[in-house]
């Protein structure tokens, strides 16, 4: 069997209680180390696609959470690349309160014989732009987005798959809280392949 390259995961919402009508408790935290143990267990970098924490302004708790597993991956060796989304976005990254993981807004990064791509929520304004300007030889681009195909009935999209540039074939996305993947094209008619790994507790986009 082969060894994966990387784990994609996204909208982790770290927040001590997801839910206030009902009795549960650090469902979020739980799944989180779970997927930092995957990524230690398999050594492969853990990517995080956006809406890592569920809210721009935080009490203490799903900080020392997060550094405590960021810890963990450092101790490892194992790397850890994060996205911003709209519900934790910052000029200055929550994820800058620990030193070990990168932050891959705007940044290539080499997975194997791949080459990835990241970027932070983008608003409807600014997303062409930013698709416009993603490096030659992406392979992989990961990104946090309303995108017509997974969401643009359920809310207004900033963007479409069809909107990213030819060199792109694979699309990990964060914001759809439902596992997804889709066979369709982009911007050059190449053939794209987006998945939405969905949420890793109990969230709904609705």
Known sequence: MSKPVGLFAADTHLIERSW?????????????MQLVDAAISMRVPLFILGDVLDHAVNGSSPIVFFNQQME???????????????????????????????HMHGKSIQLGKFKVYGLDYQPA????????????????????QVWAEFAGEVCAPQGSFGDIPDDVEIVFTGDLHKTKKLFTRGKDGQPMTAYSPGSISM???D
């Not at 009902?22 to 989180?32: A, C, E, H, P, T």
């Not at 060796?77 to 994060?82: A, E, K, Q, R, S």
């Not at 304004?125 to 946090?144: F, R, S, V, W």
């Open 72 to 102: 963990r991956m450092k101790l490892a060796g194992v790397p850890v690349w994060i996205l911003q989304g709209q519900h934790e976005y910052q000029d200055t990254p929550w994820l800058h309160t620990h030193p070990w993981p990168g």
């Open 125 to 144: 304004g600014k997303l062409q732009e930013a698709l416009n300007a993603i490096p030659a030889e992406t392979y992989i681009l990961c990104a946090h």
């Open 20 to 32: 206030s009508s009902r009795q549960i408790v650090g469902d979020s935290y739980y799944s989180f």
């Open 203 to 205: 969230n709904a986009i």
